[in-house]
């Protein structure tokens, strides 16, 4: 599977974005889809999967209300809206992908990665 990030940018404080990740390869919708993120000098953390269906979510506290994850299995797409973003929120934003719906919090347990985009909150 290739994965290919799109979407970021900058935006102000209290702003939307919404990143988007292509997927190519094999079959997208046996895949749990992931968005992970990284901080200028920090670790990557996880932030939210859905599972191959599109029906389970999962997020990380820090965005619970305001970022919502989605797929388009028919495009091969996931989706993730980002909604009263908040400085805290900058960081390059990659998506990933694993054939399987445990420990998705867990980068191990995922096996193709897309670039990253870039996400600038400003204050």
């Known amino acids: 599977v290739q994965l290919q990030a799109s979407g970021g940018g900058l935006v102000q404080t209290g702003g939307s974005l919404r990143l988007s990740c292509a997927a190519s390869?094999?079959?997208?919708?046996?895949?749990?889809m992931g968005w992970f993120r990284q901080a200028p000098g920090k670790e990557r953390e996880f932030v939210t999967a859905?599972?191959?269906?599109?029906?389970?979510?999962e997020y990380v506290d820090s965005v619970k209300g305001r970022f919502t994850i989605s797929r388009d299995n028919a495009k091969n797409t996931v989706y993730l809206q980002m909604t009263s973003l908040k400085p805290e929120d900058t960081a390059v934003y990659y998506c990933a992908a694993t054939p399987s719906y445990s420990d998705y919090k867990r980068e191990i347990s995922y096996d193709y990665w897309g670039q990253g985009t870039l996400v600038t909150v400003s204050s």
């Open positions: 859905i599972n191959r269906g599109g029906d389970s979510t």
């Open positions: 390869g094999r079959t997208f919708s046996r895949y749990t």
